[in-house]
C-alpha cells in the first residue's frame, strides 16, 4: 500500500493515462468500427448495383426477345460471386420465375440486402417483369472479426506501453520521494548531523543540491537563531540578575485582553512560586488594605488620562511579612484601542527601614527610645505656639539621677544601661501620652508637661516621679536603690523658648542636688544670681592658681584637755581676692571641689604648710601636728602622696607631724580606694582624722577597717549641745564608742567655758573653737603659741 500512493505524481500520471487512453481507445474502437462497417456496407451495396446495372440491360433485351437461355447463362455466371445468394427474374413472359440460388448454409447467412429493380422492353418502354438480387454481407462480418482481432491486440499492445511508461516513470520519481524520505530526517535541533546523500546530475539532483543549499542556509540560519537565542538569554540572564540585585521586578497588563505578564522578579518580591499563575487582580490582591484604594485609584487615573504613574505602598508576601514598595509606569494607549501599563516594582523595604533607622537615629536615643534632643525641639516648638495661641502653660522637668555614675563604676556599664532602660519605661508610665519623655544624655531626662494649668501640676509630677523612682529597683541581679532630683521651669514665666527653659530647668536642678539631691526644686532667679557667681567665682579661681599668692594659709589650734596646752592646729584656706578681699572657704570650696580646681590649690596648701612647720620647728615649739583638710578629688588623687613625700624630704620635716581630715561621706563613698590611700597615709608615717563626723552615716564596721587615728566632732553637735539635749547624747556617744576603738577625739566648734567643761568631762581629748582661737595667718599663730604654752 506504501507503494501505491494516490497522490504520488506517478500514480496520478499513470491514472490519468489509463483513464484516457481508454476513453481514446473506446472512442477510436467505435468511431473506427463505425467508419469499417459503414464503408463496408456502401461498397457492398454500390458492388450489388453496379452488379445490378450491369445484367438488367441484358435481361431486358433477353427478355424481350423471350430468349432464355442467355439469361439462365447470365445467371450462373452470376453465381461464380458467392456473395450473390438469390436472383430472381418475374416476367409474364415466362410461366415462372427463373430463380439462381448460391448453395449456401443458411446458418451462415447473417445479413443480407435485397433489392428490387423492374424491368422494361428496351424499345416499347412497358415493364415486362421485376428482378430481385438478393446480396450477402457475410463478408463483413469476418471483415470486422479481423478488425476486432487488431483492435485488441492494438489494446494490449498500448497496455503494455503504459505498464512499461508506468515502470519507468515510478523508477524516474523514486529518487524523488527518496528524497522527500531523507528530507524528513532533518532535525532543525541537530542541523550538522543532516546531509542529503550524492544525487544523479538530473533534475532530482539539482532538487536535491538545491535542497542542500536550503538546509545549508537553514542551518546557518539555526546558527544565528541559536547565537540569537544565546545572546538573548544571556541579556535576560542579565536582566534577571539585575532586577534581583536591584529588587526590581517589571511586568505589563494589556488591559483589553487582560493579560499580565510579570518578570521573576516580582515572583521573588511577592514570595509566590514562579508556576502560579497570577492575574491582574490576583496581583492587586497582594496589596495591604490601608493602601488598596489609593493603589487602585492612582492607576485608573493614569488609564484613563494614558499618563504616568509612582505610587509607593506595601504588600503582603505570602508569608504574611509586609513589605514595602515604589512601582513606576505608564499607560500606553494605541489607536486599535489597545491599553497596556508597563511598570516596575521595586522592593524599597530596606531602604524604608533605614530611613526609619536613620530617623530613629536622628530623634530616638538608641538606649531608651526615647526621643532625643532634635526631636524635643520639634515637640517644644509646637508646646510654644501652641501655649502662645491659647495663652497656656507648659513645663519642662530636668532630671537628672543623683550618684548615678557611681552606679556605673561599681556595677558596670550593663547595669547603668538596664537602669536607664528601666527608669525611662517608668517615666513614660506616669507620664501622659501628651507629655513627652527625652534623654539629652548620660542619666539626663528632659519632660515636656504640656497644657498644664497651674505651676502646682508640675509640682505634682515631679513628686509622682521622685517618690516612684526613689524605690528599690530589680536590675538583673542587683536591687538599687535610686533617688533622683528634678528641676522645673515654666513656660512663659520662666522663659519664651525651648533653650531658656531648658537652662533654667538644668539650674533648678543643680539647686535640687545643692540640696540634698532626691528633691525637686522649681526655678528661680535667685538660683541664675547663684549660678553667675558660681561661673565668676570660677573663672576668678582659674586666675588665682596662677598667682598662688591669693591662697593663703590660716591656722586654728587645737588645745589638750589633759594638758590645756595647743597640741595641734588645723590648716584653713583663705583666699584673698584682688578686689574682694578675703574670702572664706564656704563660698569657694564647693565651686573649686566641682570643677577639680580643688587639686591645684590643695597642693598650694600642703606646701604652705609643709614650708610652715619647718619654718615652726626652728622656733622650738616641739613638733605640732598639723591637720591639712582634703575634700574627695584630692584624696583620690594619685599624685597626692608622692608630692607630699616628696616635699616632705624637700623640707626636712616629719611626715609624723602632718594629719590629713576626710570626711566620713568622702571616706564611705568608695570604701575599698579610701582604704588602700589611707594606707598609704600611714605607711609614710601620717594620721588621719574623720572630720565632720556624725553627719554622715558611717557605722562601727566600718571605721574599725580604717587606719584611722582621730574623729573630729561636727561643730553642729558641739555648739548646740549646751541647750540640745540630743546633740549632747550624740557628743557623749561618740567620744565613748572612738574610746571603744581607741580613737582619739576633737570637739570642733568649741565657743564657750560651757563647752570646755562638758567635752573635758566627757573625756574628749582635744578642742579646737572660737573660745581659743579663730583661725589665723602663720605670724599671728606663733605669737598664740608663744603666749598660750608658755
Ligand atoms: P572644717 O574642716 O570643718 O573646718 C572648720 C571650720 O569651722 C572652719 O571654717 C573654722 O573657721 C570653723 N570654726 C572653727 N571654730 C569654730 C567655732 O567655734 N564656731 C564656728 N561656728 N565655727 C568654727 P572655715 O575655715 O570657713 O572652713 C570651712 C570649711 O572649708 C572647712 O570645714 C573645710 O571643710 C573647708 N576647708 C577649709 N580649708 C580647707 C582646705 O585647705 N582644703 C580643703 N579641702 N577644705 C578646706
Ligand atoms: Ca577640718
Ligand atoms: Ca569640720
Request: some cysteine.
Amino acid at each position: 500500500m506504501r507503494f501505491i500512493n494516490i497522490h504520488s505524481i506517478s500514480t496520478k500520471i499513470i491514472i490519468l493515462l489509463v483513464v484516457t487512453s481508454t476513453l481514446f481507445i473506446v472512442f477510436t474502437f467505435s468511431m473506427a468500427k463505425n467508419i469499417f462497417s459503414h464503408g463496408f456496407e456502401k461498397i457492398v451495396y454500390e458492388k450489388m448495383l453496379i452488379t445490378q446495372d450491369t445484367i438488367i440491360p441484358q435481361i431486358e433485351l433477353n427478355l424481350s426477345y423471350d430468349f432464355t437461355l442467355p439469361i439462365v447463362e447470365l445467371g450462373n455466371d452470376l453465381l461464380e460471386d458467392k456473395n450473390i445468394l438469390l436472383l430472381k427474374i418475374e416476367s409474364k413472359k415466362l410461366h415462372t420465375p427463373l430463380i439462381f440460388t448460391n448453395a449456401l448454409k443458411k446458418e451462415n447467412i447473417s445479413s443480407q440486402y435485397t433489392t428490387y429493380k423492374k424491368l422494361y422492353d428496351p424499345k416499347t418502354k412497358k415493364e415486362i417483369g421485376r428482378l430481385t438480387l438478393m446480396y450477402s454481407t457475410n463478408s463483413y462480418d469476418n471483415y470486422m472479426q479481423d478488425f476486432y482481432g487488431w483492435i485488441i491486440w492494438g489494446i494490449v499492445g498500448f497496455l503494455a506501453f503504459i505498464l512499461i511508461i508506468s515502470l519507468l516513470l515510478s523508477k524516474a520519481l523514486r529518487p524523488l520521494s527518496n528524497l522527500a524520505q531523507e528530507m524528513k530526517q532533518f532535525n532543525p535541533f541537530e542541523p550538522q548531523k543532516f546531509q542529503l546523500k550524492e544525487f544523479k546530475d538530473d533534475e532530482i539532483g539539482s532538487i536535491a543540491s538545491a535542497a542542500n543549499i536550503m538546509i545549508e542556509n537553514l542551518r546557518k540560519y539555526i546558527q544565528h537563531s541559536d547565537e540569537l537565542t544565546a545572546e538573548l538569554s544571556t541579556k535576560e540572564v542579565h536582566l534577571r540578575d539585575a532586577q534581583r540585585i536591584a529588587n526590581v521586578g517589571s511586568w505589563e497588563y494589556n488591559i483589553v485582553e487582560d493579560i499580565l505578564i510579570l518578570s521573576d522578579e516580582v515572583y521573588r518580591i511577592l514570595g509566590t512560586k514562579l508556576s502560579s499563575h497570577l492575574t491582574f487582580n490576583t496581583f492587586l490582591d497582594y496589596i495591604t488594605l490601608d493602601d488598596k484604594a489609593r493603589v487602585k485609584m492612582i492607576l485608573e487615573n493614569a488609564i484613563k488620562k494614558g499618563s504616568r504613574f509612582n505610587i509607593k505602598y506595601k504588600l503582603i508576601k505570602q508569608n504574611s511579612k509586609v513589605i514595602h514598595v515604589r512601582t513606576r509606569g505608564k499607560v500606553r494607549k494605541k489607536l486599535t484601542g489597545e491599553i497596556k501599563l508597563t511598570a516596575v516594582t521595586i522592593d524599597i523595604t530596606k531602604e524604608i527601614k533605614n530611613k526609619q533607622t536613620i530617623e530613629r537615629l536622628a530623634y530616638y536615643d538608641a538606649l531608651t527610645n526615647l526621643p532625643n534632643r532634635t526631636l524635643l525641639q520639634d515637640r517644644a516648638n509646637i508646646a510654644l505656639s501652641k501655649a502662645k495661641r491659647n495663652k497656656s502653660k507648659f513645663a519642662i522637668l530636668f532630671l537628672d539621677l543623683d550618684h548615678f555614675k557611681l552606679i556605673n563604676d561599681t556595677l558596670g556599664h550593663n547595669v547603668g544601661d538596664e537602669l536607664l532602660i528601666h527608669i525611662a519605661n517608668q517615666l513614660k508610665n506616669i507620664l501622659r501620652q501628651s507629655d513627652s519623655i527625652s534623654r539629652i544624655g548620660g542619666d539626663e531626662f528632659i519632660i515636656l508637661l504640656s497644657e498644664i494649668k497651674s505651676d502646682e501640676d508640675a509640682s505634682i509630677i515631679a513628686n509622682k516621679i521622685l517618690s516612684t523612682l526613689n524605690t528599690e529597683h530589680q536590675i538583673s541581679s542587683n536591687k538599687l536603690h535610686i533617688s533622683t532630683s528634678i528641676g522645673i521651669a515654666i513656660y512663659p514665666q520662666n522663659g519664651t523658648n525651648l533653650e531658656e527653659l531648658m537652662t533654667k530647668a538644668d539650674t533648678a536642678m543643680y539647686d535640687a542636688k545643692k540640696n540634698g539631691r532626691n528633691n525637686y526644686k522649681v526655678y528661680s532667679q535667685v538660683m541664675s544670681e547663684h549660678i553667675n557667681n558660681v561661673i565668676l567665682v570660677e573663672n576668678d579661681l582659674r586666675a588665682s592658681i596662677q598667682n598662688q599668692d591669693d591662697f593663703k594659709v590660716y591656722y586654728q589650734p587645737k588645745i589638750d584637755t589633759k594638758t590645756s596646752n595647743v597640741s595641734g592646729v588645723e590648716a584653713l584656706l583663705r583666699w584673698e581676692h584682688p578686689t574682694k578681699g578675703l574670702i572664706y572657704p564656704d563660698e569657694f570650696i564647693k565651686i573649686a571641689e566641682d570643677n577639680g580646681a580643688i587639686v591645684s590649690i590643695g597642693k598650694i596648701i600642703i606646701q604652705k604648710v609643709i614650708q610652715d612647720i619647718s619654718e615652726l620647728n626652728k622656733l622650738s615649739f616641739g613638733e605640732l601636728k598639723f591637720a591639712i583638710n582634703l575634700s574627695a578629688k584630692q584624696f583620690l588623687d594619685t599624685t597626692l602622696i608622692p608630692f607630699i613625700t616628696q616635699l616632705i624630704k624637700e623640707y626636712d620635716v616629719k611626715a609624723s607631724q602632718l594629719e590629713f581630715e576626710i570626711t566620713e561621706t568622702l571616706s564611705m563613698q568608695n570604701i575599698q580606694e579610701s582604704l588602700s590611700v589611707m594606707n598609704k597615709i600611714k605607711e609614710i608615717g601620717s594620721s588621719i582624722a574623720i572630720d565632720d563626723f556624725g553627719t554622715g552615716y558611717s557605722s562601727l564596721s566600718y571605721l574599725k577597717q580604717f587606719p584611722i587615728n582621730t574623729l573630729k566632732i561636727d561643730k553642729e553637735f558641739v555648739i548646740d549641745m549646751t541647750q540640745d539635749k540630743d546633740d549632747k547624747t550624740i557628743v557623749r556617744t561618740i567620744i565613748s564608742m572612738a574610746q571603744a576603738l581607741g580613737l582619739r577625739t576633737v570637739a570642733e566648734g568649741v565657743e564657750t567655758k560651757e563647752h570646755v567643761t562638758a567635752l573635758t568631762l566627757m573625756g574628749c581629748n582635744e578642742l579646737q573653737g572660737f573660745h581659743f582661737s579663730k583661725a589665723i595667718p602663720f605670724k599671728e599663730f606663733t605669737a598664740f603659741l608663744q603666749e598660750y604654752n608658755s
